[in-house]
């Protein structure tokens, strides 16, 4: 069985930098993309970056620049480094590991980023 738990959220003025991390606990870390989403109030939750075992990245357009994925193979971890943070990026990130052999999604249960202005 698989599980993914966050940590690192909190408050933080505009400008500023957080860095989350995602724990994976299970097997073969290898055969999951990681993928770091986001969820504001009343809005539908949404693709923030992802990266493959192989450390191919992806990012949406609001984050480009600002953010950075990685993964630490060592560890089973990942880690998003937000810098220049916005008050739009409040929201609560959750972390999402993607077998790319059965196709299930597992979900952490969320850290709060707060960006006031």
């Known amino acids: 069985q698989v599980q993914v738990v966050e940590s690192g959220g909190g408050l933080v003025q505009a400008g500023g930098s957080l860095r989350l991390t995602c724990a994976f606990y299970?097997?073969?870390?290898?055969?999951?993309?990681m993928g770091w989403y986001h969820q504001a109030p009343g809005q539908q939750r949404e693709l923030v970056a992802t990266?493959?075992?192989?450390?191919?990245?992806n990012y949406v357009d609001s984050v480009k620049g600002r953010f950075t994925i990685s993964r630490d193979h060592a560890q089973n971890t990942v880690h998003l480094q937000m810098n220049s943070l916005k008050p739009e990026d409040t929201a609560v990130y959750y972390c999402?590991?993607?077998?790319?052999?059965?196709?299930?999604?597992?979900w952490g249960q969320g850290t709060q980023v707060t960006v006031s202005s």
């Open positions: 299970g097997s073969q870390f290898s055969l999951y993309v």
């Open positions: 990266i493959t075992d192989g450390g191919g990245t």
């Open positions: 999402n590991a993607h077998s790319i052999v059965t196709r299930e999604d597992y």
